[in-house]
């Protein structure tokens, strides 16, 4: 995940896709003292990091049960440590196979392929496949397809890419923005 | 033969089954016709000459049976005023010499260039293709196809290809000279060499068949990349393949969350024959070409 940290000049570069300084990490909530005894270890890490890095929390649950640990920071540096400390923690509690993406977010300065004005713009990493995809949604439940291939054209050399397109699962109403 | 130029025939199998059929036919015909005169003791060399003059003639009325196979018509500017105002603004703008234009009345978009000379070339498109693509794309597309013409590559594959027909000939001729010839003569030495050469004949037929494709793909990214400059939008071309290709429809709209409990679906690894189907194909993968488009753009812009 970290080959991010290059390759998101070359999305401002050569798309003029700027980084928001807003991801996430997401992961299917479940019942149990295990579980929240990790929610436990994931908060108090965070408690403790915010002297160090320049970083802000917060913690979601959306309407699928899924929990979402949201950063908002200046450098991706930091927010790329702070997901991946994260999901270690995750990963060393073994609810691995709970964690499900993380999501980047980006937005444009230029009008996106359709015309129909930029908004925000998603790199998501499936934890599933260990690789990136983009998600450009435009409007309710579509998707702009020629910006997304446009992505892929730009940095799918530059990090792990998921190169079959019937894998692009968008995520819909990403809560980045949403107040927890 | 190959006087047909079809960018997206992985999608369209009808119209390039249906080339590849006449064509077909038309060279059983050939050999079927040869083996008799083979059979009623005309000499090599005449059959030779005989089979030049064939070729010749399927050179000479390749056009018609381009067009006769794909069920193309050529259409006047009455009949479809916007598509010649698109085709000449095109060759106006790039001093090109205008070809003649053909409809094909099919929903599937797809369309081919055809021609020895780029004076009496044709561009077909078919009407789902007009149909299907906003006026931007479709300029893509047709540029793609007048710069096959002005590239010439009929005649670039139709000579690649002659190797590989004179391969094959030899090839049906060796055979038949191994099976019914040396009757007379009993003696091994003419059928070792009969042997040798139906080797040689098909080592070359296999070589020049794969390295026909390759030339072909090759042709295809330099008549991307040299339509991509004469319409100056190499992105309006890109999505102009993704669409014909099928590929936008392909990307999913349900959510992650919901298709995250079908976990056996993400353990299986993408299989791919790419490899395999890359060597044999005509065409590169769209996701190739559209790749190459697209870095088109990101250095225009």
């Given amino acids: 995940m970290f080959s991010l940290s290059s390759a998101y000049i070359t999305l401002e570069v050569k798309l003029g896709l700027k980084v928001t300084g807003r991801c996430a990490l997401t992961f299917k909530r479940v019942s149990g003292t295990f579980f929240y005894q990790m929610e436990q270890d994931i908060r108090q890490f965070l408690d403790n990091l915010k002297p160090e890095f320049d970083l802000t929390w917060r913690i979601i649950t959306d309407a699928y049960g899924y929990m979402w640990i949201v950063f908002e920071g200046k450098r991706i540096e930091d927010l790329l440590a702070g997901l991946t400390t994260v999901s270690d923690i995750v990963e060393e509690k073994g609810f691995s196979d709970q964690l499900l993406a993380a999501v980047f977010e980006f937005s444009s300065d230029r009008e996106v392929g359709t015309g129909r004005g930029a908004s925000q713009q998603y790199l998501i990493y499936n934890y599933k496949r260990n690789n990136f995809y983009p998600f450009v949604p435009v409007g309710q439940k579509t998707i702009d397809a020629e910006q997304q291939m446009k992505i892929m054209a730009t940095i799918a050399e530059e990090i792990p890419f998921e190169r079959d397109m019937t894998l692009w699962y968008p995520l819909w109403d990403i809560p980045l923005r949403s107040l927890g | ?301």
Avoid at chain 2, 8 to 30: C, E, H, N, P
Avoid at chain 2, 174 to 187: I, N, S
Avoid at chain 2, 235 to 242: D, F
């Fill in chain 2, 1 to 301: 033969m190959f006087t047909k130029k079809q960018p997206w025939q992985k999608r369209d199998a009808g119209l390039t089954a249906r080339m590849i059929i006449s064509f077909a036919v038309l060279t059983i015909l050939y050999i079927v016709f040869l083996s008799v005169l083979a059979y009623a003791g005309v000499g090599a060399i005449a059959i030779a000459i005989i089979a030049g003059i064939l070729i010749l003639a399927q050179w000479y009325f390749s056009d018609k049976i381009v067009l006769w196979s794909t069920g193309a018509k050529i259409v006047s500017r009455a009949q479809f005023p916007e598509l010649h105002d698109l085709v000449e603004r095109i060759v106006a703008r790039n001093n090109l010499s205008k070809p003649r234009i053909a409809v094909i009345n099919t929903r599937m978009p797809n369309a081919f260039a055809t021609g020895k000379t780029p004076k009496s070339s044709i561009v077909a498109v078919t009407i789902g293709l007009m149909d299907q693509l906003d006026p931007e794309e479709l300029e893509g597309v047709i540029a793609h196809e007048l710069a096959h013409i002005k590239n010439r590559d009929v005649l670039v594959l139709t000579l690649a290809s002659l190797f590989s027909m004179i391969a094959w000939y030899l090839m049906r001729f060796g055979m038949y000279g191994a099976m019914f010839g040396g009757h007379g003569r009993r003696d091994n030495q003419g059928g070792a060499a009969m042997l040798l050469i139906l080797v040689i004949a098909i080592v070359t037929w296999i070589a020049s068949f794969l390295i026909i494709r390759a030339i072909s793909r090759y042709r295809e990214y330099v008549a991307d990349r040299d339509g991509a400059l004469i319409t100056g939008k190499p992105s309006k071309l890109a999505s102009a393949l993704l669409k014909i290709s099928g590929t936008m429809k392909r990307i999913p709209t349900r959510d992650l969350r919901e298709v995250e409990g079908m976990n056996a679906f993400f353990i299986i690894p993408a299989i791919s024959g790419d490899a395999l189907t890359n060597l044999f194909s005509t065409h590169p993968p769209v996701a190739q070409r559209v790749k190459k488009l697209m870095e088109m753009e990101a250095a225009m812009s």
